[in-house]
Every structure is written in C-alpha cells, then in structure tokens.
C-alpha cells in the first residue's frame, strides 16, 4: 500500500512539474520582461508567440533530417560500392558555408581587380 501512494506521489509530482514547465515564461521572454518592463499582456503576447515558434522550427528541423535521410537514400541507389566509399571518404571535408557558391576551377589568368 505504502509502494502504492509513493508511486502515485511520484506521478503527480512529474505531472504537476510537466504543467509548471508548458507554464514558465520561455527565459528569452522573462529577460525581457525584466528588462524591458513589459506589461502583462505583452508577456503573455511574446511568450506565446516564442513558444509557437519554438514548436515550428522543432517541426522544421525533423523535415530537415527527413529530407536528408532520402537525399541519403536516393544518392545510395545511384552509386556504386567503390564510389560510395569515396562519397564517404570525401565526407569528412568541412562543406561549404551555406549559401556559398559552388567552386569555381583555377582560371590561369589572374583575378581582375574590381573597377573604380
């Protein structure tokens, strides 16, 4: 019986712990507004609008993995075995920075300089 009200304590306390967490201020918003001085509203305002964006790039970044998992998975069947393990062996170069272009061959003239 004893075991039994233990763990019914326990439940409860994760579960009211769980509530107070989805009730805490996102501490971006707290920090605002402390220093911003931010009216109620606006707290609740700006809390919920970090929360949901929060939840989307969370959503977003899963779509990023998946995505990258079928990249992954298409790229496979394309290559053959000796080029897959050289696919590999080149994967452990730093890529490009995002947005980067692709590099460009050496040219054997030398850069022009920008014009005036």
């Known amino acids: 019986m004893k075991r039994l009200q233990t763990v019914v304590f ?36 700006l809390d919920k609008i970090f929360k949901e964006t929060r939840a989307k790039q969370k959503a977003l970044r899963k779509e990023l993995l998946d995505l990258q998992k079928k990249q992954q998975e298409e790229m496979d069947a394309v290559l053959t075995a000796e080029q897959k393990k050289k696919y590999e062996d080149m994967s452990g170069e730093p890529p490009p920075p995002m947005g980067a272009e692709p590099p460009q061959p050496m040219s054997a003239e030398p850069p022009k300089p920008p014009k005036k």
């Open 10 to 45: 326990v439940v409860a306390g994760l579960l009211a712990g769980s509530a107070a967490w989805a009730e805490a201020l996102d501490p971006r918003v707290q920090s605002m507004k402390e220093q911003l001085n931010l009216t109620d509203k606006q707290t609740q305002d």
